[in-house]
């Protein structure tokens, strides 16, 4: 057995400072008496001297609740400071106790290392004495229940440390708080709409700190960092209108146009989500309502920025309708919707298509919101014209059409639908109209459950149908004017499909027999109907036509580019280049890609006089007066309306689409020159 001394067990203080704990304790009992004070001064306020009326009752109850307020602080910070001055007191006594425990640890130490000078330096100093290693065992024995004391003492001031945070974090609850990290701006806020005297000015001036805090060069983790930490106050309007006018429409389109450039979606949720909050914050005429609406997208503009600012605003919606305040986003869908719209129509691209973005799509996703927000209005509003349904209608859906068909179920709900639906019409009648020069919707959308949508809207508005039906078939007075006429086409391009037409016809049936065309127009109208329907099948063999045709150009075009064009320049003045041309071109028409385009003859079912007699008799009935009559001015609006429509034809060739003579322009390889040669039959050619 050694009889060389064990070191001594570590008996340090527990960590912190026990003067500290006394400072806030002492802190927290002054603040208790202010509080208290306080609520002993609010109590008689039950009403203020020298206000009536309305105002008199907003003081009473702002004092009131000022004074209700104070009650709970003066509660929670009189429990706080007796808990504290509680745990204060123990750890007095802990480190009263250690200081003990060290003392003792010292005399020991310094005794037994004194005795055990004088016995290992005995007679028998070769072997250690009995005495010296009983005394080794005593002083390790004493030193290790020292250490257990010490051990148990710093455990029991933990413990208590613990239970006092426990009631310190139960203490926020009646302020807001839940004793977890971002109390802070919790409470604010609880306060801030217990007290809108106080919450109104503070909130603002953590507005104000924000943007300018946001509008300071930063790296990319910063901005995120500043995003999370504001986000929880941007639900406050206050703070939203501070933030958001602090920034202007500049510094919202920067902060867009960073979101929008971000490619990895982690990297936008705290900023989308903080723009996201401020705007479901801002009320209508609020500032930030004026702000966000006042971001613009150029729509002429050749630069891929506004598309990356729209590609932001998708993310905001997006973010917006995650979480759950698409209903306050939805005048903000409508108008960047609507500028997205106006940009694609411009570009001739989708905003996703024209950057490196992916998803979210802003036009989907400000659909998206409306879906969520489920307001027929504010559906009718995006659909009101007929530019938007062009756009919605010709250009590419990445994340399906479901939204859209919801969006129009909602508009059709809307007391707005009639203009909506008229609009639909309006759009389906662009560039059917002879000697037009625009552009005919020729997109799959309506082959999908968009054209059922658009089908139930405006078989569900009879009310815009049968009058434009009745001015097509002369009922009344004067010439069908230009929007009449569009309406009536886009009439016709919906009913190009078969299901359509009998959802369609089943309408107008049902409104003729109630009599909803009046009394003396029946016939007239539902023979205006019969010759709407003969337009739809002759305008689905022109869709078709227009469809393989576009087809069909563009292979034409690649083939010119990637094939005619080179073998020209290569083979010009060469002997051998009119044989090489002839074999390029007959392979050209052997693959066909030539351009010719031939579906066939139309096959579609045909409408004549005798369809419109026979369908309005069957319609009207006996309740339409004289059958024969009812014949007669069935025969005379089919006639009407067919005049009016007149025979829609395949599209005919335009100048872009001939290119191939472009290779007339090139000189003869072995004259110098030539004219440009005329290429024959181009019928069915676009």
Do not use: C, N
């Amino acid at each position: 057995m050694s009889t060389v001394l064990p070191p001594p067990a570590p008996l340090p203080d527990p960590p912190g400072s026990a003067p500290a704990l006394g400072t806030v304790v002492d802190q927290l009992t002054s603040a208790g008496f202010s509080a208290g004070l306080t609520v002993h001064l609010l109590q008689p306020a039950t009403v203020v001297h020298g206000w009536q009326g309305a105002d008199a009752v907003v003081a009473a109850a702002e004092v009131t609740a000022a004074g209700a307020v104070a009650a709970d602080l003066h509660a929670a910070v009189t429990a706080a400071a007796d808990r504290l001055g509680d745990h204060a007191e123990l750890w007095t006594s802990v480190l009263s106790r250690l200081a003990s425990l060290r003392e003792d640890q010292r005399h020991q130490y310094a005794t037994a290392a004194a005795r055990l000078a004088v016995l290992v330096d005995g007679p028998d100093a070769g072997t250690p004495p009995p005495e010296a290693v009983a005394l080794v065992r005593e002083v390790a024995r004493d030193d290790a229940a020292r250490g257990a004391q010490h051990s148990a003492l710093l455990s029991d001031l933990a413990d208590d440390a613990s239970s006092a945070a426990a009631l310190l974090g139960s203490l926020s609850a009646p302020f807001g708080g839940e004793a977890r990290p971002g109390d802070v701006e919790r409470v604010t806020l609880r306060l801030a709409g217990v007290l809108p005297g106080w919450g109104d000015g503070a909130l603002t001036a953590l507005g104000v700190q924000a943007a300018a805090e946001l509008e300071r060069p930063m790296t990319a983790a910063e901005l995120d960092a500043a995003a999370r930490r504001w986000t929880a106050y941007a639900a406050s309007p206050a703070f939203a209108d501070a933030l958001l006018g602090r920034l202007g429409e500049d510094g919202v389109t920067w902060l867009l146009t960073v979101l929008g450039g971000r490619s990895v979606e982690t990297e936008r949720e705290a900023l989308a989500g903080l723009l996201a909050a401020a705007a479901g914050a801002a009320g209508e005429g609020s500032r930030a309502a004026e702000v966000l609406g006042g971001v613009r997208l150029d729509p002429t503009d050749p630069d891929g920025t506004p598309d990356t600012v729209a590609v932001g605003m998708g993310m905001v919606l997006t973010a917006l309708a995650a979480a759950g305040r698409a209903g306050s986003g939805t005048r903000l869908a409508v108008g960047w919707g609507r500028q997205v719209l106006d940009r694609e129509a411009a570009q001739g691209a989708t905003a996703v298509e024209r950057t490196t973005a992916t998803l979210p799509d802003p036009l989907g996703a400000a659909l998206a919101v409306l879906v969520a927000a489920g307001d027929p209005g504010a559906a009718a509003a995006t659909l009101a014209d007929p530019v938007s349904w062009t756009g919605l209608l010709a250009r590419s859906w990445p994340g399906g059409v479901s939204d859209l068909v919801e969006v129009i179920g909602l508009a059709a709900r809307a007391p707005e639908a009639p203009q909506v639906a008229a609009a639909a019409l309006h759009a389906l009648g662009q560039g059917l109209r002879p000697g037009t020069t625009e552009e005919v919707l020729v997109d799959d959308a309506l082959a999908t459950a968009v054209g059922s949508a658009v089908t139930d809207l405006v078989a569900g508005r009879m009310d815009v149908v049968l009058p434009v039906l009745g001015a097509a078939a002369g009922v009344g007075a004067g010439e069908v004017d230009d929007a009449t006429d569009l309406t009536l086409r886009g009439l016709g391009h919906l009913l190009a499909d078969d299901a359509r037409v009998r959802t369609l016809g089943d309408a107008v049936r049902g409104a003729l027999a109630e009599g909803l065309a009046g009394p003396a127009d029946g016939g007239r109208v539902a023979g205006g109907y019969v010759a709407v329907e003969e337009y739809g099948q002759r305008i689905s063999y022109v869709l078709e036509h227009a469809r393989a045709q576009s087809s069909e150009v563009d292979q034409q075009l690649l083939w010119d580019t990637a094939v005619t064009l080179p073998v020209k320049l290569l083979t010009w003045r060469q002997p051998y280049g009119e044989v090489v041309e002839g074999v390029t071109g007959e392979l050209q028409r052997q693959l066909g890609f030539d351009g010719t385009v031939d579906i066939g003859p139309d096959t579609g079912d045909t409408y004549a006089a005798w369809h419109a007699r026979r369908w309005a008799g069957a319609v009207l009935g006996a309740a339409g007066g004289d059958p024969a009559a009812v014949s007669a001015e069935a025969e005379a609006g089919f006639a009407r309306a067919t005049e009016v429509l007149g025979r829609p034809l395949p599209p005919q060739p335009g100048l872009l689409d001939q290119l191939e003579d472009m290779h007339g322009d090139l000189p003869d390889r072995r004259e110098g020159g030539r004219e440009p040669q005329q290429r024959p039959g181009i019928t069915g050619r676009r």
